[in-house]
């Protein structure tokens, strides 16, 4: 029963995102979409940086000398009417305080992490829970530099993603929808 457990247990943490923490990119994010809000946004730069990285050697960065919504998007599977934690590794570089900053989110949703600004000293790790309608079974989960209405500009890098399953929320957190 102890080894049941375990591999159970396992299974509850295992990472649902694929290149979390983009060491299998050689120059483009694999797995991972590039998403401009408008072709007028299209300001966007997109990259893999193999100088700057929380984990591994790599990080993936978007950086805009303009204020735009520009954003990295996986999708990720999902089993329906399920409680999720995202998590993220941010730093930035010359982002306007007064904007929402670099985030994860979820696309085409108001969910979002909190925003990070400024220019960061060291990497700051981000996180949402959220809960899947019953017949959900993708999240369009965005790494991105601004966010629906509310546009940034500077230079955002991430690393470490993570999508785990969950079987509560903690204290004092609460499940955003997902859909």
Request: hydrophobic content about 35%.
């Amino acid at each position: 029963a102890f080894s049941i457990y375990n591999v159970f247990a396992f299974a509850q943490e295992q990472n649902l995102v694929q290149n979390p923490d983009f060491e299998l990119s050689e120059g483009y994010a694999k797995f991972w979409e590039t998403f401009h809000w408008s072709e007028e946004s299209e300001t966007g730069e997109f990259g893999i940086d193999e100088t700057v990285s929380y984990t591994g050697s790599k990080s993936a960065y978007i950086t805009s000398a303009f204020l735009s919504d520009t954003r990295y998007v996986q999708h990720i599977p999902v089993k329906g009417d399920t409680l999720y934690k995202f998590s993220c590794w941010i730093k930035t570089e010359n982002v306007p305080e007064d904007s929402l900053g670099a985030n994860i989110s979820v696309l085409y949703t108001l969910t979002t992490s909190r925003g990070v600004t400024g220019t960061t000293e060291n990497w700051e790790q981000v996180e949402f829970y959220g809960k899947t309608s019953p017949n959900q079974d993708t999240v369009p989960l965005s790494l991105a530099l601004g966010g629906h209405g509310k546009l940034s500009s500077g230079k955002a890098w991430f690393d470490a993603v993570e999508v785990v399953e969950v079987d509560k929320v903690p204290a004092g957190e609460i499940a955003l929808n997902l859909d």
